[in-house]
């Protein structure tokens, strides 16, 4: 049974650019959310993804967006980067859009702006 | 904000002690969570504990929650190097209207062989 993968791994980007990040979710889950990762830091919530529509959002700007497809798979675009979105970029699946229950998470893409 | 945050922020031990782990957080709370991540990786699932519990274990980790204090610790005990990584706790949104878990900053923890 896969859990849930990311693609890419890596990427680098220039101030500017825009990017998609990819995720499948764990077999049987509907419910996508992503998280941003500083260096050193926590998990930060982006959004929640469910019945292809955004549940839940966190402080992010509008350059953050995304897509849940009729398959559960999901897609995090970010337009306009900055430096300061360098992080590493966790979608974690679950079978509870509540937000209460436990995550399974992917092994994140790390994006590099420069 | 942060709604959990971990004390200490970093922890090096020896092989064999015990490590404990302290999160603090603000609203209520419907249940608690504690996640493994090595470094660089993903996020991994190791406990919840419900509001309504004061103490669970598993293996070698006992979590306990004080509601009223609004803290929960992770100790892990007779540790081993494998151990070593960052420890994250995680909150629900009872008490902020939000349906997500919020992260804290973490705890890395270093066991030495």
């Known amino acids: 049974d896969a859990g849930v993968t990311q693609s890419p791994t890596h990427l680098i980007k220039t101030r500017g650019q825009q990017v998609t990040l990819r995720c499948s979710p764990k077999s049987g889950h509907d419910t996508v959310s992503w998280y941003q990762q500083a260096l050193g830091q926590g998990p930060q919530f982006i959004f929640q993804y469910y019945e292809e529509e955004e549940r839940q959002r966190g402080n992010f700007p509008d350059r953050f967006s995304g897509h849940q497809f009729p398959n559960y798979s999901s897609e995090l675009n970010v337009n306009a980067l900055l430096l300061g979105d360098s992080a590493l970029y966790l979608c974690a699946s679950s079978l509870d859009w509540t937000g209460t229950g436990e995550l399974f998470f992917g092994e994140g893409s790390r994006l590099t702006v420069l | 904000s942060q709604q959990g945050e971990e004390d200490p922020q970093a922890l090096s031990i020896q092989e064999g002690e015990n490590a404990t782990m302290n999160c603090s957080y603000k609203t209520s709370i419907n249940n608690l969570q504690w996640y493994r991540q090595n470094s660089g990786r993903g996020l991994v699932h190791l406990i919840l504990?419900?509001?309504?519990?004061r103490e669970k274990h598993s293996g070698r980790l006992r979590v306990t929650l004080d509601t009223s204090k609004k803290s929960s610790s992770l100790l892990i005990t007779a540790s081993r190097a494998a151990d070593t990584a960052s420890y994250f706790c995680a909150t629900d949104g009872a008490g902020t209207g939000r349906r997500a878990l919020t992260f804290g900053s973490g705890t890395r923890l270093q066991v030495q062989p």
């Open positions: 504990i419900r509001s309504n519990e």
